[in-house]
């Protein structure tokens, strides 16, 4: 076998291994958060959320339309076909990464006509070393086996940088050739290829915007090969390396928000948009064939560039050409310039201050104003490089915790926001949970007695042998070839800390978003593959003497690295990176939508419970009839028109009294009065539609009133506030009840108390859903009223598919969302039992323990505290007893882990309410045994008590009231 053939059997080696990683760990559904959104608008070709990824949209369309092939794979294909653009893309990825280890390794090894055995070795074992690294990060293998735009986008940024690279190569041969015969080495064949690099700039973008951030790189690689001069001094060498960077964030400005946001500025200014893309072409055109003409060769590469990189970025027609089709999933409703320009410029998530902007004052405790000696306030000034900049009164409360906005950017931004998540990847990561800190060795995992599977899974360790060798290879980089080391240190920083500062994180994020920061994994990937290609030449220069032990031993050293670190990562990783047999996301959409009625209007809570609902009314055709209400996207006045002017397949426009031009001006009220609200009955279809639980005609209201609070004020902690999504709702409820109530309308179970304007009294329990029904029923819990026939119907079709198999793993957005159907099974049982159905009762918890056990999804204090209410009102003292004895461990955690106030009152709410429930269900001895690890754990004997004393509370409790005093 050839030198050549070697390496192409290695290239090919490594793609397969990732492939088969991939493939063999890929989502066959539909996971949470954004795939559900980019399954849908592929297979229809809609509007995803701004600013777009059109070239996604159409790879994956292009996908989808082989859904039929994969049926045997997963019963539902289309989500199996767009979720594997995520596997080929992360597969050539990896491919890749090999390919670009190599490359830079040839800079001190030489070319592969001039490699001996051990050279070649050294390249390749480097080369897979650092490639499949980088294929089992914990990051980048996420997003590999999921509908998700990073595998893509990280596809397009290992292309710029091997492209990169071979000009180099091409560069240096054809400069040597041209220079032979005496010539000027103008105008290169090789600089098609950072033509090439443009496009590929402009099709990313179409795709995300980190890939743009290469452009650093690819600018080191052509300053050392073009601009660096060895008869320069160090001095103006370094002063023209800044020049360089500084023309290369010229030329990222150009492109963004050049590009992508000021050329469509520019075209909405003009007012004919048409005429302003035919002039942009018509120039670009002009200076092409002008330079060339004119043998202007950088003028013409300048001019191809700029050009190429608007063709790739012309991908974005299809958005705006689907947009005019008004498509059921239409974000921003780009259609017009104006739109289009907002869409492009993410207006509709707000802005972050970069470098000047108001920051959080201590004096008043608020964002951009400070307090004087007299507690009257007045507006701050601006400050440099704000970090503490939300308004949010739960933001404002974790500022306190810093000293100023340089702490909070190194300790949150900086170190929890990036440098934990780059530690994730490369020692080992202690746990699958929210804030989850770094591990590097396994007796750091967590031992805890009762761990479900996939809790321990979400447990890796790495023993730091990847960072240690990135490090090595950082060194060994520096020392063999500093320039381009200097060009992937340069990529890992713009990704990494760049993105930290330009995002300008907030706390409390809702979910991890270390998958931004891939491309800084990426290049530390490249420094391990060089360190392993160190310890590989190493190896072979110490055995020079020995022909055969240097022929033999490279390739022990690199089987050696290999197990212990790509190979250890795999293993470690594997299990919690595999989605085979996880349906959760789906079977919650669908469980979802079947507990509303037909016709009916569903308010969600944002991406994560919207998502996957659009998934399956677009792609699968569930329940198109309901019209799910996304009370995040509620707060855009787009939305909110397409709603009320636009049907979505089966449903009809909703009902407003609002008028557009009403609509455009609404704006959030923060100093909203509370008071009461009403609104009128149809009594006729409540006892039509029998919701109103068998109640006499004559006792049904023929009005509905309540007590509006509002939101609390992020302006005052004394007045209460009204998004624009309330206002929407209220408006909604409004026009349906004037409508006499036409469509039932619902709160999902996973909107916050704050979304629901105090309708709580008024709700009615049907599952995933709290129908919102104008009848008061004192007493009713916070999730409603149950009708029993209703509640039957609704959970009958209620699937939990794989939650009771310890083989599928179940992250923590995975658990909790399971865990959540404890609360609402345990909520409609109790109903069920207060109507006297206590046999269905028992066989609807029956039913939760078997097919959601303990064993695979753990359960919160909240849900046990819920099935505990329904074994009490079903009169089952051990039912009752046993579940609390469940929810020790977590009143007990919930107080170790108190470090505020208020903290520990949630936590003392938790352990009184254990013991309340020991006492009603006459467990003294179990309560005198919660008393002793309570002890225990404060420190304070006195919290002792016997199971006789327990009992004497509990007699007490019983007594009856002794008769009043005779006057």
């Known amino acids: 076998m050839s030198g050549k053939q070697l390496d192409r ?35 229809g070709l809609q509007v995803s959320h701004p600013p777009g990824a059109p070239f996604y949209m159409i790879v994956g369309r292009f996908f989808a339309m082989f859904a039929p092939l994969f049926s045997a794979f997963s019963p539902e294909p289309v989500a199996f076909a767009v979720n594997l653009v995520s596997v080929l893309s992360s597969a050539l990825t990896v491919l890749l990464t090999h390919i670009v280890i190599v490359r830079l390794s040839r800079v001190w090894l030489g070319t592969p006509e001039t490699w001996s055995g051990w050279q070649r070795t050294a390249a390749n074992v480097g080369g897979a070393i650092g490639a499949l690294t980088f294929a089992a990060t914990d ?32 560069t240096r041969e054809e400069e040597a050739s041209i220079r032979a015969r005496g010539d000027h080495p103008f105008g290169l064949h090789a600089d098609r290829l950072l033509v090439a690099i443009a496009y590929l700039f402009g099709l990313a973008i179409g795709v995300h915007l980190l890939n743009v951030l290469a452009l650093f790189f690819v600018a080191l690689i052509v300053y050392f090969e073009k601009v660096e001069r060895a008869e320069w001094t160090a001095g103006k060498n370094t002063l023209m390396m800044l020049a360089t960077g500084l023309v290369a964030s010229v030329i990222f400005v150009a492109i963004y928000p050049g590009v992508v946001q000021w050329l469509p500025t520019m075209a909405a200014a003009v007012g004919s948009p048409l005429f ?6 018509a120039v670009l055109a002009a200076a092409v064939w002008w330079t060339q003409k004119n043998h202007k060769p950088i003028a013409n590469l300048i001019a191809l560039s700029a050009t190429v990189v608007i063709i790739g970025y ?110 994730w990847q490369f020692t080992g990561k202690a746990a699958d949970t929210q804030d989850a800190s770094w591990i590097a060795f396994p007796w750091q995992k967590s031992d805890a007695a009762g761990l479900t599977p996939s809790e321990r899974a979400g447990q890796n360790a790495y023993w730091g042998l990847p960072l240690l060798l990135g490090l090595l290879g950082l060194a060994f980089h520096t020392q063999k070839d500093w320039r381009r080391a200097l060009a992937v240190f340069i990529l890992f920083i713009v990704s990494g800390v760049g993105i930290i500062v330009y995002l300008n994180q907030t706390p409390m994020q809702p979910r991890e978003r270390d998958y931004s920061y891939v491309g800084a994994f990426f290049a530390f990937s490249l420094w391990i593959g060089i360190g392993a290609t160190g310890l590989v030449q190493l190896t072979a220069e110490a055995l020079k003497n020995s022909a055969a032990m240097q022929k033999w031993a490279p390739l022990a050293v690199g089987a050696l690295i290999f197990v212990a670190v790509p190979g250890w990562m795999a293993v470690e990783n594997y299990d919690d990176h595999d989605r085979s047999g996880r349906r959760i996301a789906t079977d919650f959409a669908r469980n979802m939508l079947e507990s509303t009625a037909p016709n009916a209007i569903l308010f969600t809570n944002g991406d994560n419970d919207t998502f996957p609902l659009w998934y399956l009314q677009e792609v699968m055709g569930v329940r198109r009839d309901v019209r799910v209400v996304n009370l995040s996207l509620l707060n855009t006045q787009w939305y909110i028109k397409q709603l009320k002017n636009q049907y979505s397949r089966d449903s009809a426009p909703l009902p407003f009294t609002l008028t557009d031009a009403q609509v455009d001006g609404l704006q959030p009220v923060y100093d909203f009065p509370a008071g009461e609200y009403s609104l009128p009955v149809d009594r006729q279809r409540l006892l039509d539609e029998t919701v109103a639980g068998r109640l006499d005609p004559a006792s049904l209201p023929t009005e509905m009133r309540w007590n509006l609070k509002g939101r609390p004020s992020p302006i005052s902690q004394d007045r209460s506030a009204l998004y624009v999504a309330d206002i929407a709702v209220l408006d909604i409820l409004k026009a349906n009840a004037e409508q006499g109530w036409e469509r039932p ?32 029923r004192p007493g009713v819990g916070p999730d409603g009223f149950v009708v029993p026939e209703i509640a039957q119907d609704r959970l009958s079709k209620f699937k939990f598919d794989g939650l009771a198999d310890p083989s599928v793993y179940l992250d923590q957005n995975a658990r909790s969302m399971a865990d959540s159907y404890r609360r609402t099974v345990g909520s409609l049982a109790s109903g069920l039992a207060e109507k006297g159905q206590r046999d269905e009762a028992r066989a609807l918890l029956a039913r939760m323990d078997r097919e959601i056990p303990a064993s695979t999804v753990p359960a919160s204090f909240a849900s046990l505290y819920t099935l505990a209410e329904a074994y009490s009102v079903l009169g089952d003292k051990q039912g009752l007893v046993s579940t609390m004895q469940r929810a020790e461990d977590q009143a007990l955690a919930r107080l170790d882990a108190a470090t505020t106030q208020s903290q520990q009152q949630t936590a003392l709410q938790y352990i009184q309410l254990v013991q309340m429930a020991y006492i009603t269900g006459e467990a003294f001895d179990a309560a005198a045994a919660f008393s002793n690890r309570l002890a225990d754990k404060v420190g304070d004997p006195a919290i002792r008590q016997s199971a006789e004393q327990f009992r004497q509370q509990a007699e007490a409790m019983n007594a009856p009231p002794e008769p009043a005093a005779q006057q």
């Open 745 to 776: 309308i619902y709160f999902a179970s996973t909107v916050g108390p704050d979304s629901e304007l105090d309708l709580q009294p008024f709700f009615q329990n049907e599952g995933l859903a709290r129908r919102v029904v104008p009848i008061q």
């Open 276 to 281: 302003f893309l035919f002039f942009v072409v």
């Open 9 to 43: 059997l290695v290239a090919a080696g490594v793609f397969v291994y990732a492939l088969v990683l991939y493939l063999a760990s890929m989502a066959e559904t539909s996971p949470f958060w954004d795939s559900g959104e980019f399954i849908a608008i592929s297979y």
């Open 314 to 423: 012309s991908s974005y027609a299809v958005i705006f050409i689907r947009s005019g089709a008004d498509p059921p999933i239409d974000e921003n409703d780009p259609e017009t310039a104006d739109a289009i320009v907002s869409y492009l410029k993410r207006e509709q998530f707000g802005s972050t201050p970069l470098l000047k902007g108001y920051t959080y004052e201590p004096s008043s405790g608020m964002v951009g104003y400070v307090a004087d000696a007299s507690g009257q306030l007045r507006e701050a000034p601006e400050v440099t490089f704000p970090r503490r900049h939300s308004m949010d009164p739960n933001h404002i409360n974790v500022y306190r915790e810093y000293s100023s906005d340089m702490d909070y950017f190194i300790r949150y931004q900086l170190g929890h926001m990036f440098g934990r998540y780059f530690m």
């Open 139 to 170: 990051s980048f293998w996420f997003n590999a086996v999921e509908a998700e735009v990073y595998g893509m986008s990280m596809l397009f940024t290992a292309a710029v940088v091997w492209l990169a690279l071979v000009w180099r190569e091409r």
